[in-house]
């Protein structure tokens, strides 16, 4: 076999690569941060506002809390304060800048903007539409000065007092040029008080008045053990309620899913009623915060939920206030052990009605949906199982397991049973939260609870169950109004925001102002919903309908949306098009 050799390698020189000193100051451009640093003036300026940081930072579920409060002390979220907010949080640049970027209430500036002296949000959803908003949106665009800022807003859950206005976080209902100008002059010099200023309920029932009338003896009993934990759920089952929020989940069978999962537990409770046509949280809060407050604490009770944390929207200033004092009027003089209660505020994102994004906003995150399973009953607030439940919902635990299960079953018309608190708005002589019997039609509602419809107005139309909820013709105005007697028609009760329209307006503008509205609201984690609502808005501007491609919208939205915003949005639609083809371009 024959030898191969190799001739020895060349010597290769060595090849200096840096000198000492060169790699010293390479390791001190390395070390040296990336991005835009934090300058002390910010750092002081965000540090008197929320405090100095605790060792590991402030809790990153504050996030949005402390946003807040940078927001409402400069009028805007300023870049060199969103940086030392994110050091003080021991957070990314962009995980406070998402987070600020998602929320209508929060606006992002430049360091060298201005921000505007005073918004005046008009709100713009249906039931405001109707009484005018869009012209006073542009009488006042001319007139209220330079640095005020008139912006159209979504629902601010004041449709009784339509058209509502929120001047900073001063509500304004049934808004006016000249009220709005008083009213933006007296924010200025502080000189004149706003006339037609909405109030806070003469008759709340604060925590001493609740007290002495039998409050929170009830609470007292199930903590104590004096009232069993059974005995309690199964009043609730047997009782009917269901949630009220919109989703309609039994609320006992909710109990026992969530006590029998692995402690610890935390309750989240839901008062964002962002649904357009929907205020009655608000109105209850407003006069019997502690009615609520008590069956949260034997809601907490029986399922052994440790935490409470209530998400209240950010539009319900004065609400805010006036809970944040009956809580620490309950917290100081409390007739039972209580759990931890936390009050939460929202930030403008009707997204968050949604349970699960509702429990990221909590969290400090945008407020997108999360997919399921798992449930949040499962793993939910923090990771821990959760009771999710609406305001109203809680608000009848007490008079329910008090009075017995038969008390509100008892209730109702047309074979349904149980009591539903109507959101009545349009086109009626007496708009407002009307206690009615489970099952009761439109009709009946607008008769008997309304005073009938305004002069010169009959009944055109309604929407049953807010912007989601669907359009139905007056021919069906003796359809029975609960929990699933709508869904054969295509439309759902919902949150029972009930807006009525009569002969001088259409359908189609009250169902092209709701997918404006879905789209706006979208939170955009999914395309079907965040492309398909923007896209329908469009082509229902048309004066003839494409239905079919209308159509191959909604089959998309509703199989493939992640929640129920996009599930819904196309119920409009198909009502329109189902009902009242007449007025885009179809058969008569």
């Not at 076999?1 to 001739?7: A, S």
């Not at 499962?378 to 008390?407: A, C, M, S």
């Not at 925001?497 to 359908?507: F, G, K, M, Y």
């Amino acid at each position: 076999m024959q030898t191969v050799t190799f001739p020895d390698p060349e010597p290769v020189p060595a090849l200096v690569l840096a000198t000492p000193d060169q790699l010293r100051r390479s390791a001190r451009r390395v070390s040296h941060l990336k991005g835009r640093q934090v300058d002390n003036q910010s750092l002081q300026d965000v540090r008197a506002l929320i405090g100095l940081p605790p060792p590991g930072g402030h809790r990153r579920d504050l996030l949005i809390e402390h946003l807040h409060q940078l927001n409402d002390h400069y009028r805007g979220l300023f870049e060199r304060h969103l940086v030392a907010l994110a050091s003080d949080m021991t957070l990314s640049m962009a995980e406070v800048y998402e987070v600020a970027t998602f929320y209508h209430h929060f606006e992002v500036l430049r360091d060298d903007q201005t921000p505007a002296a005073l918004t005046v949000r008009v709100c713009d959803s249906l039931s405001c539409a109707m009484a005018g908003s869009a012209e006073l949106m542009t009488r006042l665009a001319g007139l209220v000065g330079a640095t005020v800022r008139v912006m159209a807003a979504p629902c601010l859950g004041r449709c009784e007092q339509a058209p509502a206005v929120l001047l900073g976080q001063t509500a304004l209902p049934q808004a006016t040029v000249p009220l709005v100008r008083e009213a933006v002059e007296y924010e200025s010099n502080r000189a004149v008080a706003p006339v037609n200023k909405a109030q806070a309920a003469t008759d709340l029932i604060a925590f001493q008045a609740y007290r002495q009338q039998g409050g929170y003896a009830l609470a007292a009993a199930v903590v104590n053990g004096e009232e069993p934990a059974e005995a309690v759920i199964r009043a609730m089952e047997d009782s009917g309620l269901r949630g009220l929020g919109g989703a309609g989940f039994p609320a006992g069978r909710k109990w026992r899913i969530v006590r029998d999962q692995p402690a610890p537990r935390v309750m989240a409770v839901n008062i964002d009623e962002g649904e357009p046509g929907t205020f009655k949280d608000r109105t209850y809060l407003e006069r019997d915060p502690h009615r609520f407050l008590e069956g949260m604490l034997i809601a907490a009770q029986v399922t052994g939920t440790e935490a409470c944390y209530l998400y209240l929207r950010d539009e319900y200033h004065d609400a805010r206030a006036m809970l944040l004092n009956e809580i620490e009027a309950l917290q100081s003089d409390p007739p039972c052990p209580l759990p931890h209660i936390e009050l939460r505020r929202g930030a403008g994102a009707y997204v968050c009605g949604e349970e699960s994004a509702m429990v990221e906003s909590i969290e400090g995150k945008r407020g997108e949906p999360r997919m399921r399973p798992p449930y949040i009953a499962q793993v939910g607030l923090f990771g821990k199982p959760t009771l999710e439940h609406n305001f109203e919902t809680l608000y009848w635990v007490r008079d329910i397991v008090e009075k017995g299960p038969q008390w509100f079953s008892g209730f109702g018309r047309h074979g349904r049973h149980g009591l539903r608190s109507f959101s009545v708005s349009g086109r009626v002589k007496q708009p407002g939260v009307k206690l009615a019997p489970a099952g009761i039609t439109v009709q009946e509602l607008i008769d008997e609870h309304c005073g009938g419809m305004l002069e010169g107005h009959t009944l055109y139309a309604y929407l049953p169950g807010g912007a989601s909820g669907g359009i139905l013709p007056a021919s069906l105005n003796q359809i029975p109004l609960d929990f699933d007697t709508l869904q054969p028609y295509g439309c759902f009760i919902g949150s029972a925001a009930v807006i009525v329209l009569s002969q001088h307006d259409r359908a189609r503008d009250a169902a092209v102002n709701a997918m404006r509205f879905f789209a706006a609201e979208s939170c955009g984690q999914c395309t079907p919903c965040r492309v398909g609502t923007t896209k329908a808005a469009k082509l229902m501007e048309a004066k003839v309908w494409d239905n079919a491609t209308l159509e191959d919208l909604n089959t998309v939205m509703a199989d493939a949306s992640i929640c129920g915003l996009g599930q819904a949005a196309p119920n409009p639609v198909r009502c329109v098009q189902k009902y009242f083809a007449h007025e885009i371009g179809g058969a008569p």
